[in-house]
């Protein structure tokens, strides 16, 4: 069994919304701050936005600022990303990730990846 997999992602028209899950087992999400990154065809991988163990930070790049909103349920082992007036330019394969520190959103010690879900924004 993965130990993060992510769920939630498809087509959308711009505007639209989408909502990621990011689903851990074998180990307690609620110990690990959890980021969201995204890959584009032909770029490097970014962070979107994480969030600490506690929710008590929070880091979005600036693309999203204000459309993006991350968000952990720890109860149920499970992060989010709710994502708001979609763009374009916000395709991408969406990648949760999940580290002892807040430091993953700088792609430091990040103990477990996901598999990826593609979001694709387009008319």
């Known amino acids: 069994q993965l130990p993060l997999v992510e769920s939630g992602g498809g087509l959308v028209q711009p505007g639209g919304s989408l909502r990621l899950s990011c689903a851990a087992s074998g180990f307690t999400l609620g110990q690990y701050a959890i980021g969201w990154f995204r890959q584009a065809p032909g770029k490097e991988r970014e962070v979107v936005s994480c969030?600490?163990?506690?929710?008590?930070?929070?880091l979005y790049v600036d693309s999203v600022k204000g459309r993006f909103n991350m968000s952990r349920d720890n109860a149920k082992n499970t992060g989010y990303l709710q994502m708001n007036s979609l763009k374009p330019e916000d395709t991408a394969v969406y990648y949760c990730a999940a580290s002892p520190t807040f430091s993953l959103c700088y792609f430091h010690r990040v103990d477990y990846w996901g598999q990826g879900t593609q979001v694709t924004v387009s008319s």
């Open positions: 969030i600490s163990d506690s929710a008590d930070s929070t």
